[in-house]
């Protein structure tokens, strides 16, 4: 039981590359999220997914693309990577909404 | 957007001190949390509050959901160099996105 797992744990890409960050559950939940933290920000949330099916944008979307794959997998793409968006990204997860559990991150730098 | 005011934002105290950290908001909520970050980790969820004036324990840590909704609690009494780490509050009013607060970074010297 591993609970919530991200890849990859760490990324530097160049200003313009793109990748997705994966995130994975075997909570059974039903809702997931993507939340991206900064120094002195705390955690903004960028988009999330009530349930399987339907995703909604957060605080921060702008840059960010999102799939729910399935119910155990919500993945965040960057189409075009930018210096701004160089920070930890961590996907949480809950089960209606309420206390939510954390992976252990994926801490990117874009040079 | 919205973002909870957490103070203070730091704190370097000696082990066995006792710790008090709180957290406000301009808007009411129905739930309150408190999460601590070990460095290099994820969140972690310490305690869970669901009614305005419930005092709930968890080891050495105790929260409070203050009675105007709009404010919350974290004690930790005897600090040992494990409790190190970021501590996060967290709001939500019913079943909408939380509201994290900017967090308070313990260090603990032994």
């Known amino acids: 039981n591993a609970g919530v797992t991200q890849t990859p744990k760490f990324q530097v890409l160049k200003t313009g590359q793109s990748m997705t960050l994966q995130c994975a559950q075997d909570?059974?939940?039903?809702?997931m999220y993507w939340y991206r933290q900064d120094p002195g920000m705390g955690l903004r949330l960028i988009y999330y997914?009530?349930?399987?099916?339907?995703?909604d944008k957060g605080e921060v979307p702008n840059g960010y693309n999102v799939s729910r794959l399935n119910k155990r997998e919500f993945s965040l793409r960057l189409e075009s990577a930018a210096p701004s968006q160089t920070s930890v990204y961590f996907c949480?997860?809950?089960?209606?909404?309420?206390?939510?559990?954390f992976g252990p991150g994926t801490r990117l730098l874009v040079l | 957007g919205q973002q909870l005011n957490q103070s203070p934002q730091s704190m370097f105290i000696q082990e066995g001190e006792d710790v008090s950290m709180n957290c406000t908001s301009s808007?009411?909520?129905?739930?309150w949390l408190w999460y601590k970050q070990d460095p290099g980790e994820g969140p972690v969820l310490l305690i869970a509050?669901?009614?305005?004036?419930e005092l709930t324990s968890n080891g050495r840590l105790t929260a409070q959901f203050g009675i105007t909704r709009k404010d919350s609690f974290l004690n930790i009494s005897a600090s040992i160099p494990s409790d190190v780490g970021i501590y996060f509050c967290?709001?939500?009013?019913?079943?909408?996105?939380?509201?994290f607060g900017t967090g308070t970074r313990l260090q603990v010297f032994p």
């Open positions: 967290a709001g939500q009013l019913y079943t909408d996105k939380l509201i």
């Open positions: 949480a997860t809950s089960l209606g909404g309420e206390t939510q559990y």
């Open positions: 808007s009411i909520f129905n739930t």
């Open positions: 997914s009530a349930s399987e099916g339907t995703t």
């Open positions: 509050l669901y009614k305005a004036g």
């Open positions: 909570m059974n939940h039903n809702s």
